[in-house]
């Protein structure tokens, strides 16, 4: 199990409800501190808890495409806290007593799914000892009846309660939503726990789609499984064209860049270092201009006669909310546009670059 990161869980908050608009310029604060990288974020942490609702939505929502990111369902924030605060618990990073109260108010409130009749509360979602602890901390102390000793050892009892629990959770299938019906899946693939593609495995798979590109907008390269997230990668028959004209259509330097989408889209890393191996983003405003830039930005989103616009509606959203991004190598760079749902990401590439 991926354990959600501070700045996931504070997007779970905000679609429970826990968090709200004027909560917004803190945020952008703690993330700017925790070293995301957002002009909008920076614009959003200047602003004060009682500015426009609807201007520090726009900025958060701009600055959540500028890095990748996307919010849970209420549903999903449900489950995601839980992580959360179940590895805070275990691992003694926040005080017990204060995970065990927004487990309570966090997580058990939020969720959709009421606990059986006669069943206990905190039933269906696993946590029933952990609200239970709480409250019988809570009634103990307000009534005078738990010294530090006691308190000590149920706290203890619910940290090695949280481990065990986690452990359970870990053992469960990820299931993801369902995916885009735009293009036929033709293999699936976890690469969790086993080693990487082989070049062999990869040519075999691009073989396979070659010649169903020119009859529709994508087609399904394979799905990685990421952690917890999968990741879709989707080919065009303008990326064939495109890699043919280098002439690296099917050559290892393309097939050992299609590998590296194992790596998955990290959106606290989404900028490259120098050297890295991933996916990254391409930033609109970088300077000077590169050709990656042109390919992905002149010749593709913001050209109307392009293929963007209909592979946008086929993945499920909008033009302004695909993110560009570069898969590398230190063979070559492939382009595409990613799009994010909570437990699967879906890229798309449409271009190649062997610029140095």
């Known amino acids: 199990m991926n354990i959600p990161s501070d700045q996931e869980a504070d997007l779970a908050r905000l ?4 968090l709200t608009d004027s909560d917004l310029p803190e945020l952008a604060t703690r993330w700017l501190v925790a070293g995301l990288s957002s002009h ?7 602003e004060t808890a009682d500015a426009n609702a609807f201007v520090m939505r726009d900025l958060f929502d701009r600055a959540l495409r500028d ?4 919010r849970p369902t209420a549903h999903e924030a ?3 806290l839980r992580s959360y605060w179940l ?4 691992v003694g990073a926040r005080p017990p007593f204060e995970c065990l109260e927004r487990l309570t108010y966090e997580v058990h409130r939020h969720h959709d799914e009421p606990d059986p009749e006669g069943g206990f509360v905190g039933q269906t979602l696993g946590i029933g000892e952990f609200i239970g602890c709480y409250w019988s901390i809570r009634d103990a102390e307000e009534g005078g009846r738990l010294n530090h000793e006691e308190r000590l050892r149920a706290e203890q009892a619910a940290r090695d309660g949280a481990r065990l629990c986690l452990e359970r959770l870990s053992a469960q299938p ?3 939503a369902d995916a885009p019906k735009a293009a036929r899946r033709l293999t699936q693939v976890s690469l969790g726990g086993r080693e990487p593609m ?3 495995e990869a040519k075999k798979r691009l073989r396979a789609l070659d010649s169903r590109l020119s009859d529709c907008l994508y087609a399904e390269f394979c799905v990685f499984q990421v952690g917890d997230r999968s990741l879709t990668v989707a080919l065009t028959s303008r990326l064939r064209k495109s890699a043919r004209k280098e002439g690296v259509w099917g050559a290892k330097e393309m097939l050992a860049t299609l590998k590296n989408a194992a790596y998955g889209f990290d959106p606290l890393k989404a900028r490259s270092a120098g050297g890295k191996d991933g996916i990254f983003l391409l930033d609109r405003n970088f300077k000077p201009a590169n050709q990656m830039m042109a390919r992905v930005f002149d010749r593709f989103l913001d050209n109307p006669s392009s293929e963007a616009a209909e592979i946008a509606t086929a993945l499920g959203t909008n033009l302004e909310s695909l993110i560009p991004v570069r898969l590398v190598s230190h063979h070559m760079r492939l382009l595409g546009v990613l799009t994010r749902r909570p437990g699967e990401d879906w890229l798309v ?3 190649c670059d062997r610029t140095e």
């Open 40 to 46: 909008y974020l920076g614009a959003l942490a200047g």
């Open 67 to 70: 890095l990748g990111m996307v």
């Open 87 to 90: 590895h805070q618990l275990a």
């Open 198 to 200: 082989e070049l062999a």
């Open 349 to 351: 590439l449409i271009d």
């Open 174 to 176: 990820v299931v993801a």
């Open 15 to 18: 679609s429970v409800g826990v």
């Open 78 to 80: 449900t489950l995601l």
